[in-house]
């Protein structure tokens, strides 16, 4: 025969067992809840960055046409433009100067009737990393206001000229 204290042993263990098990099974639904939020901030925050970039990439990439479109007007033509840019895109990779900035500086000095080289551009940008916080276009506006006569800006480059 079956002896009772056994008995009511074994169903006090079983009950016992039972509470822990269901404390266990909230404690795992209350983590897969705070796993599940987090994964779903996760993947909100990783599509919201997707979304961030994307409209960054179409930002540069609006801005970058716009040099082109520039670039297209200075030259007087399409195919021109296209053989400059391969140039400056070159000298963009073996120099520290950024391709935005040498097409932009390109540009102007077309503008005002010059002949600019990739020559040129490198000296500009020498010129301009030798002096902190000055870049490639800031010495391109500086030499722009030369050509009108305004000499100043050329002083901060460290150049003093006159008019001859």
Do not use: C, H
């Not at 042993?9 to 795992?28: C, E, G, H």
């Not at 796993?35 to 179409?58: C, K, S």
């Not at 902190?132 to 030369?146: I, Q």
């Amino acid at each position: 025969m079956s002896n009772p204290a056994a008995s009511a042993t074994t169903v006090l263990d079983f009950a016992l067992d039972n509470r822990n098990l269901s404390k266990y099974q909230s404690a795992i639904q209350r983590l897969g809840g705070f796993v599940g939020n987090v994964l779903q901030g996760a993947l909100v925050g990783a599509i919201g960055l997707t979304g961030a970039l994307g409209v960054g990439v179409i930002e540069v990439n609006r801005e970058f046409e716009s040099l082109v479109a520039g670039l297209r007007g200075a030259e007087g033509s399409g195919e021109r433009a296209a053989a400059v840019l391969k140039d400056l895109r070159k000298l963009a990779a073996d120099t520290p100067l950024e391709l935005a900035e040498l097409v932009k500086s390109w540009t102007r000095l077309r503008n005002l009737g010059l002949e600019p080289s990739l020559e040129t551009l490198e000296a500009f940008g020498n010129v301009s990393a030798a002096i902190p916080g000055e870049k490639l276009n800031d010495f391109t506006e500086a030499v722009a206001d030369a050509i009108t006569g305004e000499w100043e800006r050329l002083k901060e480059f460290g150049i003093r000229a006159k008019k001859t």
